[in-house]
């Protein structure tokens, strides 16, 4: 039977991120966004949390708790409510440590998950997205072919997050025809960072272009080693990540428009008694709902490891639809005031309208 109370420990988790969220994230995210960065402070803050560490076994310095779809949804849900980029910065060496968590061989593990596991943030990203019209996960253009002991990989990618300061990086590549995954160490040989992207909504992360110019790899850093990788697992589990953050953000517009409705009076009496505003309020309210249970019922379904390809896809594109839909409708509800920077609800519709472009840029 399905639960939609969260357990004990997951109620306890959602109100610690959210105190996170509130008092870290809401507290500083115009600057960020209008500066360009995220005070170090707050990424240290939520670093101590333990998000990653959490989930890797004792044998590698982690935490030896449970790795949950389900409660990284939720974790997800929040960080993204209390700022886009702030949560993907925060869980962006995810994308490096949980493939390696899941599908690394013994020694990938034993050699990189215990760097995730210290006190100071470590710095880890992976790259997927192609800077082509028609770029496809399971279609890439960057290649990669075995030489020797190592692979060559070939190639350039774009939107990839913290790729300056990243210690590893985790590129995916065409292999005989299937995509595979290959992890990189700071300064590889041909392993070139271009200058940082200037993109409508994210501004507070930093996304680079990268380009892999007959980029040696040692075979040992092929995921999963000869067994390579269950991509499609990879990309299930960022899906699901990217839906849970666009709930978060969507929600965030909704709650914020709906108290301004509330408060802000026209004609002697709150804008939110008239109808076309109520019906608008009440629209975004019920595309939120929806969009968080398809995203629990794919997490639901990652965590009894079945194949969760049909619920990943779907809720993944309902909630690109969705949360351009609340956060524009956001806008318009604030009318003149949602345009200005004033109110936050135009940083959200920037944010939000990336979301159909973000693939892999976060997983749980």
Not at 205 to 234: H, S
């Amino acid at each position: 039977m399905i639960s939609f109370s969260p357990t004990e420990e997951q109620q306890m988790i959602v109100n610690m991120v959210k105190q996170v969220a509130t008092d870290e994230f809401r507290k500083v995210y115009r600057e960020a966004d209008e500066s360009g960065e995220i005070p170090a402070h707050v990424v240290d803050t939520a670093w101590e949390l333990g998000f990653i560490s959490t989930g890797i076994p004792e044998e590698h310095n982690g935490l030896g708790g449970e790795r949950s779809a389900i409660t990284g949804s939720l974790i997800a849900e929040e960080l993204a409510w209390g700022d886009l980029s702030m949560a993907m910065h925060t869980l962006c060496p995810a994308l490096v440590a949980y493939p390696i968590l899941e599908m690394g061989t013994p020694e990938q593990q034993s050699k990189y998950l215990p760097a995730f596991c210290g006190d100071k943030y470590k710095p880890a990203t992976a790259a997927l997205i192609e800077p082509r019209f028609n770029s496809d996960p399971c279609a890439l253009s960057a290649s990669a072919r075995l030489d020797g002991n190592d692979y060559i990989v070939s190639g350039e990618k774009c939107y990839v997050p913290l790729a300056a300061d990243a210690d590893l990086l985790l590129v995916y590549a065409a292999e005989n025809g299937s995509t595979q995954g290959f992890i990189l160490e700071k300064g590889a040989s041909g392993l070139e960072v271009g200058e940082r992207e200037k993109n409508m909504g994210l501004k507070a992360l930093p996304t680079y272009e990268v380009t892999f110019k007959d980029c040696r790899v040692p075979q040992a850093n092929r995921l999963g080693g000869k067994d390579g990788c269950d991509f499609n697992r990879i990309m299930n589990c960022s899906r699901v990540a990217l839906s849970a953050m666009a709930v978060g953000v969507a929600r965030a517009a909704f709650e914020y428009s709906r108290d301004y409705a509330k408060e802000r009076a026209a004609f002697g009496e709150p804008i939110a008694s008239r109808q076309a505003i109520a019906f608008m309020l009440a629209e975004m309210a019920i595309e939120v709902d929806a969009t968080r249970l398809m995203t629990w019922e794919a997490a639901w379904k990652l965590d009894r490891q079945e194949n969760a390809t049909r619920e990943a896809s779907l809720v993944k594109m309902y909630a690109d639809d969705m949360v351009v839909m609340v956060t524009d409708g956001g806008v318009q509800i604030l009318g003149g005031h949602g345009y200005i920077r004033e109110h936050p609800v135009e940083l959200w519709l920037r944010n939000g309208r990336g979301f159909a472009t973000f693939d892999g840029m976060a997983i749980i």
